[in-house]
């Protein structure tokens, strides 16, 4: 094909008199071929995005920025400070290794062996406490029948029996005990195990459960936890920074499933996940109201009803523009090659940040100021100088507008030192629900889908807690609508099991 230039060419070396008849036809051949360009261009982007999709990972193609600075930061230790960081690490896992129960087993001498090898002699002592050294070993889990026999005793007068108190249930009269409840549901949403996998596991066990009941079970534990789910969902509006983001979450329907939606607003103490049918503007406006404060999201229009003068500052993710350059590399590596490592350097500050100890301080705010905010205005200004030359619906164009006209809310993050660079905190919350989107396939209804939204909620805070889950769930689903206990008390961070 012909470029522009070309036909520019063509038509300088023509006469004058046939130039005045062929330039009209040159301006529509203009249009024709800038047009074909720009198609090619998205066609060629499009191939790119599949070939990735169906030939590797995306995570294999689109580097982590914060592992990349991570890296560069390593890269200019000194010997002696790399080794410190390293005896760090080893002293991290030991910690989470000394939290493990504990179990002592001697093994003796065996008694073929207690002779001494030099004399023959039989009068042997302990030396020291022994050789000494630890293993780490699994314990399976097992399902178990537990017969729980009450206690009933009457009186010589034969007017009373007093009997002793029932066991924990989730229901009266229920077959399941707690800790089996709480099972099915850390199952799911901690580690995206669908019913009927887990049917299937306990019947290996001998435990014959059909996926319904284990259904049952899990909705069951979701109306139990739902006023603790409540008041985290009540926390969030009272928070001045929020990241959201947003999900598929299919549903049944007759013939086949329809798309819902499953959104999750993260603040400091808590994960919260909301399901609706709707991706629109009325879910973060029922989450948020008129909250004032920052929301930290990508650029999904979604959010504009609460980011607007009177409520919220929206700040933006330089994560999520980056994806989109980083993508275009394969046909415009020399004009989004710099881009990116301009971007990769406010990653290094924040690393930096991480380092010395001071993230979210001012003078973490300082930091910025002085190193990521000249960072950022190189970053717009080869971005505009892109735009100048990417046509608007190319995938090329496209990157460079959607960062542009973010501009604003890019920088919230200079002047504000609890934002963060990306909002990446959100993304990984919703990873559970994109695993379970590819093992479950998908929610038997919308009650359904805010019930696993509730109990994502619960599992997720727990574990940004340090709480086990299970362990929680089997506690307080039996207690929290017991009188003398307040949802209070029972939210994960505050949450003491009963004595």
């Given amino acids: 094909m012909s470029s522009v230039t070309d036909l520019d060419r063509i038509l300088a070396d023509l006469d004058p008199s046939i130039r005045a008849i062929v330039a009209p036809i040159v301006a529509v051949l203009r249009v024709i071929i800038e047009g074909l360009q720009e198609q090619l261009a998205r066609a060629e982007t499009r191939n790119e995005q599949l070939l990735r999709a169906i030939y590797g990972r995306k995570s294999e193609h689109v580097p982590d920025p914060k592992r990349d600075a991570r890296k560069r930061a390593n890269s200019k230790r000194t010997p002696e400070e790399r080794e410190a960081a390293r005896q760090k690490s080893r002293e991290k896992t030991r910690g989470q290794r000394a939290e493990l129960p504990f179990v002592e087993k001697k093994i003796p001498v065996p008694e073929e062996d207690r002779v001494c090898r030099a004399c023959g002699g039989t009068d042997l002592h302990a030396v020291g406490e022994g050789e000494v050294s630890e293993q780490i070993e699994y314990i399976p889990a097992r399902t178990v029948r537990i ?72 909705h069951r534990v979701a109306d139990q936890v739902e006023p603790i789910y409540k008041a985290i969902a009540a926390m969030v509006p009272e928070s001045a920074h929020v990241s959201a983001d947003e999900t598929t979450q299919p549903v049944l329907e007759k013939g086949g499933t329809r798309k819902g939606w499953m959104w999750t607003f993260v603040i400091a103490t808590a994960i919260l996940f909301k399901y609706d049918p709707s991706r629109g503007g009325k879910v973060p406006t029922a989450v948020l109201g008129k909250s004032k404060g920052v929301l930290q999201v990508d650029g999904y229009s979604g959010y504009n009803t609460v980011t607007v003068p009177d409520k919220r500052t929206r700040a933006g993710c330089w994560s999520h523009g980056r994806r989109k350059l980083f993508e275009c590399r394969e046909h415009h590596g020399h004009v989004v090659d710099p881009i990116l490592d301009e971007i990769g350097k406010l990653f290094d500050v924040e690393v930096a940040a991480a380092d010395r100890g001071i993230y979210g301080t001012d003078a973490h705010k300082a930091l910025r100021r002085a190193e990521s905010a000249p960072v950022v205005d190189r970053i717009l200004a080869l971005l505009r100088q892109a735009q100048g030359r990417a046509g608007p619906a190319s995938a090329l164009g496209k990157a460079v507008a959607y960062i542009v006209n973010q501009e604003t809310a890019l ?69 929290v609508n017991v009188p003398g206990n307040t949802v209070e008390e029972l939210l994960p961070w505050n949450w003491k099991p009963a004595a």
Wanted: a positive charge; one cysteine or more.
């Fill in 411 to 479: 920088r919230v993050f200079l002047a504000d030192p609890k934002v963060a660079v990306d909002n990446n905190v959100s993304e990984r919350a919703l990873r559970i629900v994109a695993l379970l989107r590819k093992n479950a396939l998908f929610v038997g209804h919308d009650e359904g889908g805010q019930n696993l939204a509730i109990l994502l909620t619960i599992v997720s805070t727990c574990v940004l807690h340090g709480v086990e889950p299970r362990r929680y769930l089997a506690d307080v689903i039996v207690r």
């Fill in 147 to 218: 017969r729980w026999v009450r206690e009933k005793l009457g009186c010589s007068c034969g007017k009373c029996v007093i009997t002793a108190p029932p066991p924990p249930q989730v229901r009266e009269g229920g077959l399941y005990g707690p800790n089996f409840h709480a099972q099915v549901v850390v199952a799911k949403t901690c580690d995206a195990m669908p019913l009927h996998r887990q049917s299937k596991a306990l019947a290996r066990e001998g435990c014959h459960v059909n996926p319904t009941q284990l259904g049952s079970m899990f």
